[in-house]
């Protein structure tokens, strides 16, 4: 891949010469254009197929060239213009640039990656198929991966701070370091289901949901755990915490529960959707989106009490939204 982009940048970094060096000469004398300014990022989707689409505004969604038509599963934006994505057969890309070029980084595996999570435009972790755990400390330039200490496939992973992470899993799983991940500990889960995602709005608090409408939450950097009740028997696939006290998670047959109190009362809002929905995030607490089934991608500016339809631009299923950090 590496070799292409340089073959492809070659004739304009050549051309680029050229003129500058007739225009020293006083032959030409042309001023060469100024750089675009990227334009930061609201929000970032991936799905099936290697789509990605973002939007700049909050409402309009545009497509952009992952030059790829691999599953890409979820995504992580540490920056309005830096994101990471991750997906099946160990791909990972990167950009600098709010999503105006996408670039394929080495993963050194062909494992499924199911997550990812970017503290930093430079450090991010990702888990996936068999327990496999991947960091980076240099913007992707290098891949290393952890020993997490188990072969179960783990779902979700958040790394609230360069050195606090948790990942969860099927049959139960959950693993967390508190050093950048030079050592995993699996920890002890109060519910014995399948858990599909992580949400950790600080390196103390975090949240972990899963089937049966389950969530389990932690205080302590995910070394203890406590089930709380939500009164949803939906599985739930995907979660988003601004603060340590409101959250919005959403997963089966369209269910969408939020809490403003840290988990202590739930309420179920009602569908606005009635497919799957795997994917949530939230920058702010107040706007956020859900996405799933068909490309279907719903927006709130309430904290996620009201859902209104956006175009996404595609009918691949959306599996990952990324929101990074607002001025």
């Known amino acids: ?101 996408w670039v394929i980084q080495r993963s050194g595996t062909k494992t499924n990656l199911r997550n990812i999570s970017c503290p930093s435009t430079t450090r991010c972790t990702i888990a996936g198929q068999g327990g496999i755990i991947l960091s980076t400390v240099d913007g992707g330039t290098t891949w290393k991966p952890q020993v997490s200490g188990t072969t179960t496939q783990f779902y979700g992973i958040w790394c609230p701070s360069t050195s606090v992470c948790v990942a969860a899993g099927q049959q139960a799983l959950i693993a967390s370091t508190s050093d950048g991940g030079t050592t995993w500990t699996l920890r002890h889960s109060p519910v014995k289901v399948d858990f599909d995602g992580v949400a950790c709005p600080t390196p103390a608090t975090c949240y972990v949901i899963g089937q049966n409408g389950t969530v389990v939450k932690s205080v302590d950097g995910g070394a203890s755990w406590v089930a709380l009740h939500t009164g949803n028997t939906r ?90 950090p607002q001025p």
Not at 34 to 58: F, M, Q, S
Not at 290 to 298: A, F, P, S
């Open 235 to 324: 599985g739930l696939k995907g979660i988003a915490c601004a603060t340590e006290t409101a959250c919005f998670a959403s997963g089966n047959s369209g269910a969408i529960i939020t809490t403003s109190d840290g988990g202590t009362t739930w309420i179920t809002r009602p569908d606005a959707f009635h497919g799957t929905l795997f994917a949530d995030d939230s920058s702010d607490g107040v706007h956020g989106w859900t996405g799933g089934y068909d490309g279907h991608l719903m927006a709130t500016s309430d904290g996620g009490a009201t859902w209104t339809d956006q175009a996404s631009g595609t009918s691949q299923l959306i599996y990952g939204i990324a929101t990074p």
């Open 1 to 101: 891949m590496r070799r292409h982009i340089i073959h492809a940048l070659a004739p304009v970094a050549i051309a680029a010469a050229l003129v500058t060096q007739l225009g020293s000469a006083g032959a030409v004398g042309t001023t060469p254009p100024a750089p675009v300014t990227p334009t930061p990022l609201k929000a970032l989707v991936v799905a099936n197929g290697g789509v990605i689409v973002a939007t700049t505004d909050g409402v309009t969604w545009h497509s952009q060239s992952s030059g790829t038509t691999t599953n890409i599963k979820r995504d992580s934006c540490p920056s309005a213009l830096v994101c990471y994505v991750a997906g099946d057969h160990g791909l990972i890309e990167a950009t600098t640039d709010g999503g105006s070029t």
